[in-house]
């Protein structure tokens, strides 16, 4: 279609969204308020961002990062640094650290997170089923955890550790809320007070007002190139929870007597400051990027989800295109439409740690980070790509008006 066209379309989606985005701007503001408490109440200070070297027995900028995370988690303590080199990195460290031989991990919202996997149930690659690590999953039903079958496994085999995962990775289910989160956390205590509750918070991060450990998750992991990093981070994770949990994942980073108590690093702390200061308004654009797409595709009868004008828990729209030429188009059209290795053509790949073909676009600034915009899709039916990110609102908008005028 006729770009004038295309502009109309986006503007009218706009003026349907208004009182959506008004929601999104108030839980920002909330969320921008508690960052900047955090910040103020740990001092932090210029001499923060210094690098250290070593074993990094100086570096003042580590504790304060993790005493920022801390605060605005509402954590007893938080594990952050930039040798945690990604998301799964992230999730793998409380489950090894906890976790012993014998020990039961179930998970209550499916499958987790495709890399997840082959870490929990893989053959001979180190996974923890080689330590002998069982693992159990109740299925969800569509967008609700199984709250009877969850409560009978715990009953049935007494779990260390609950999972759940709140953004959809690889799933055609929606995001879960913090708050829907916090019921089933309640309602699994009053079976088992002392069963360990662990979220992976992947892209959940600051898309509402409270996150899964302000009502009582345990522990919880998310990766600094996502939504935490304000798209400033250049690497990282987090892991932030009970005290004695987190240090149990330390000392799987580094190792048990040591914990987070060494760690240098030779580059500056301050874009990890500097992006979780951010992140806040960062993810309310991505959020309303998400959405204006989302009613963009609805005009052109492209089904995606979240629903058009439905809030969203995470920064992903899940776009169903049906067949493996659209996803590869649509993949090909963000790349296109990026700031970083636009001139780039992405085809499907054999990705590591994924088991189908995967095709990605990601023209960013940081590797691979899907804060920023990028979309993925693993080649399977019914081909749905996963978009998220935009660290800029306008950048989202501009792919929407190209969509239109692609694809409409
Ligand atoms: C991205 C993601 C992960 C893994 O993070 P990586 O940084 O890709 O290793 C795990 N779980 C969910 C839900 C994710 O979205």
Same mark, same amino acid.
């Given at each position: 279609? %006729? @770009?004038?066209?295309?502009?109309?379309?986006?503007?009218?989606?706009?003026?349907? $969204?208004?009182? *959506?985005?008004?929601?999104?701007?108030?839980?920002?503001?909330?969320?921008?308020?508690?960052?900047?408490?955090?910040?103020? %109440?740990?001092?932090?200070?210029?001499? &923060?961002?210094?690098?250290?070297?070593?074993?990094?027995?100086?570096?003042?900028?580590?504790?304060?990062?993790?005493?920022?995370?801390?605060?605005?988690?509402?954590?007893?303590?938080?594990?952050?640094?930039?040798?945690?080199?990604?998301?799964?990195?992230?999730?793998? !460290?409380?489950?090894?650290?906890?976790?012993?031989?014998?020990?039961?991990?179930?998970?209550?919202? #499916?499958?987790?997170?495709?890399? *997840? =996997?082959?870490?929990?149930? #893989? %053959?001979?690659?180190?996974?923890?089923?080689?330590?002998?690590?069982?693992? /159990?999953?109740?299925?969800?039903?569509?967008?609700?955890?199984?709250? &009877?079958?969850?409560?009978?496994?715990? @009953?049935?085999?007494?779990?260390?550790?609950?999972?759940?995962?709140?953004?959809?990775?690889?799933?055609?289910?929606?995001? !879960?809320?913090?708050?829907?989160? #916090?019921?089933?956390?309640?309602?699994?205590?009053?079976? @088992?007070?002392?069963?360990?509750?662990?979220?992976?918070?992947?892209?959940? %991060?600051?898309?509402?007002?409270?996150?899964?450990?302000?009502?009582?998750?345990?522990?919880?992991?998310?990766?600094? =190139?996502?939504?935490?990093?304000?798209?400033?981070?250049?690497?990282?994770?987090?892991?932030?929870?009970?005290?004695?949990?987190?240090?149990? +994942?330390?000392?799987?980073?580094?190792?048990?007597?040591?914990?987070?108590?060494?760690?240098?690093?030779?580059?500056?702390?301050?874009?990890?400051?500097?992006?979780?200061?951010?992140?806040?308004?960062?993810?309310?654009?991505?959020?309303? #990027?998400?959405?204006?797409?989302?009613?963009?595709?609805?005009?052109?009868?492209?089904?995606?989800?979240?629903?058009?004008? /439905?809030?969203?828990?995470?920064?992903?729209?899940?776009?169903?295109?049906?067949?493996?030429?659209?996803?590869?188009?649509?993949?090909?059209?963000?790349?296109?439409?990026?700031?970083?290795?636009?001139?780039?053509?992405?085809?499907?790949?054999?990705?590591?740690?994924? &088991?189908?073909?995967?095709?990605?676009? +990601?023209?960013?600034?940081?590797?691979?980070?899907?804060?920023?915009?990028?979309?993925?899709?693993? *080649?399977?039916?019914?081909?749905?790509?996963?978009?998220?990110?935009?660290?800029?609102?306008?950048?989202?908008? $501009?792919?929407?008006?190209?969509?239109?005028?692609?694809?409409?």
């Amino acid at each position: 279609m %006729e @770009k004038i066209k295309a502009m109309e379309i986006v503007e009218q989606c706009e003026k349907e $969204l208004e009182s *959506i985005f008004k929601s999104i701007d108030k839980i920002a503001l909330k969320n921008q308020e508690k960052v900047l408490n955090a910040f103020k %109440e740990v001092s932090v200070q210029l001499t &923060n961002f210094a690098c250290s070297s070593g074993y990094g027995y100086d570096d003042m900028g580590k504790p304060k990062l993790c005493s920022v995370y801390a605060r605005v988690f509402g954590t007893e303590d938080a594990l952050v640094c930039p040798q945690i080199t990604c998301g799964t990195h992230a999730l793998t !460290l409380p489950l090894f650290g906890i976790l012993r031989p014998g020990d039961t991990l179930l998970s209550i919202t #499916g499958m987790p997170y495709d890399t *997840i =996997i082959d870490s929990i149930t #893989g %053959e001979g690659n180190g996974s923890l089923k080689d330590f002998g690590i069982k693992f /159990e999953i109740v299925e969800m039903n569509g967008n609700q955890i199984d709250i &009877n079958e969850t409560i009978n496994q715990i @009953k049935k085999l007494n779990p260390k550790i609950v999972y759940i995962q709140r953004s959809r990775g690889y799933s055609a289910r929606d995001a !879960l809320s913090a708050y829907y989160i #916090g019921d089933i956390i309640n309602q699994i205590k009053s079976v @088992k007070p002392d069963v360990i509750v662990m979220v992976d918070n992947c892209y959940g %991060e600051f898309t509402e007002d409270k996150e899964p450990t302000d009502f009582g998750a345990d522990i919880m992991a998310g990766s600094l =190139i996502k939504n935490p990093g304000g798209g400033i981070a250049p690497t990282g994770g987090y892991v932030v929870g009970r005290k004695d949990l987190v240090a149990l +994942a330390a000392g799987r980073l580094t190792s048990p007597t040591l914990g987070n108590e060494v760690g240098s690093y030779m580059a500056s702390y301050y874009p990890y400051f500097q992006g979780f200061f951010m992140a806040p308004h960062v993810v309310a654009g991505a959020l309303k #990027g998400s959405l204006l797409l989302g009613c963009v595709l609805d005009k052109i009868g492209i089904e995606s989800t979240p629903k058009a004008g /439905e809030m969203t828990h995470d920064i992903i729209r899940s776009i169903k295109f049906g067949a493996e030429d659209k996803l590869v188009k649509f993949c090909q059209l963000v790349q296109s439409m990026s700031p970083v290795d636009s001139n780039v053509v992405p085809f499907p790949w054999d990705m590591p740690g994924y &088991n189908d073909k995967v095709i990605m676009a +990601a023209g960013t600034f940081v590797q691979g980070a899907s804060i920023e915009l990028s979309c993925d899709g693993p *080649i399977r039916p019914p081909y749905i790509c996963y978009l998220q990110g935009g660290i800029t609102y306008e950048h989202v908008k $501009l792919l929407a008006i190209a969509t239109l005028e692609k694809l409409g």
